[in-house]
């Protein structure tokens, strides 16, 4: 999967997570609630152009690199219950693909068109917390299932989302396999999505679905 971040902010956003996952490993006691069972790294690419929400009004693309840090919350039957929490960056591509979007009852609607309708890099940045839900199936593989909510903010307005304070919303459904005994990899999809629940406008928001894979290692 290939990053095209801007310069500059891949190295912040990559210090940034790499603190967090540090600072959790770096407590002594093994009984501190701060301290995760698991942290990792997870890279994800998802578009609206799929079976379930291709939209020919745009054209919308992001590249997310999650920090995840795994708490055990309780074990029921042969299910796991984790919190997860992930701070991470969205690198987004997005472009207005239908002009007539923008209509004569928006003030200022021919100059909005000419703007919405050029390609844009935005950059979104997030702190999610979710749900983790894991089930082993074999002696190394465990099936997972995650519902996540963030907090966020996007730096651009575009003619589906105001700039400012946003909320994401993540599915993710996979599969981890122990490569040793304190590491594993995910492969997995996803499905999300981006609005501020009415608190600006517009507020048409995203959906998007697309496929992340990832690293994590158990801490001691």
């Known amino acids: ?45 998802a578009d609206e152009k799929n079976f379930l929400f291709d939209d ?18 309780f074990a029921w039957k042969k299910f796991e219950f984790n919190l997860i929490v992930q701070p991470q960056y969205q690198r987004i591509k997005h472009q207005l693909l239908n002009p007539s979007f923008i209509g004569p009852e928006i003030p200022d609607y021919l100059i909005k068109r000419a703007v ?18 894991h089930r082993a199936i074999a002696k190394k593989l465990t099936t997972e299932l995650t519902v996540g909510l963030g907090f966020a903010f996007i730096d651009t307005e575009t003619e589906r989302l105001a700039k400012g304070f946003t909320f994401i919303e993540n599915g993710s459904l996979g599969i981890s396999y122990n490569t040793s005994e304190r590491t594993s990899v995910y492969f997995g999809g996803n499905i999300g999505h981006v609005s501020n ?3 600006k406008q517009p507020n048409d928001g995203y959906n998007i679905i697309g496929y992340e894979i990832g690293f994590r290692y158990t801490l001691k």
């Open 197 to 199: 629940f009415e608190f």
């Open 116 to 133: 919405f309708t050029t390609l844009k890099s935005i950059n979104l940045y997030a702190m999610e917390f979710g749900i983790s839900i």
């Open 1 to 45: 999967m290939h990053l095209n971040f801007p310069p500059g902010k891949k190295y912040t956003c990559l210090l940034f997570l790499f603190c967090v996952i540090c600072g959790a490993y770096g407590q002594n006691t093994s009984k501190s609630w701060i301290k995760p069972k698991e942290v990792g790294l997870l890279l994800n690419k």
């Open 56 to 73: 020919n009004d745009y054209f919308y693309q992001t590249t997310t690199i999650k920090g995840q840090l795994l708490y055990t919350l």
